[in-house]
């Protein structure tokens, strides 16, 4: 798994979230049911889309 969190370089009060997962199942194990209690009402907005990599190789 790997996680980033970076400033957008646009929108100062805006932040990036990245993940990268080995599965779908660890995924699942990470998120759990439901967010934390109190976990939703932190976001003003939220866009979420998942992209999958058929495969990666070297340069």
Do not use: C, H
């Not at 660890?26 to 109190?38: T, V």
């Not at 009402?41 to 979420?48: F, S």
Request: glycine fraction near 6%.
């Amino acid at each position: 798994m790997n996680f980033t969190l970076s400033a957008d370089p646009i929108e100062p009060d805006r932040i990036n979230v990245y993940e990268r997962w080995e599965s779908e199942e660890d995924l699942a194990r990470f998120r759990g049911d439901a967010p934390e209690p109190g976990q939703a009402a932190q976001n003003r907005d939220a866009e979420v889309g998942k992209y999958r990599i058929s495969g990666v190789e070297a340069p």
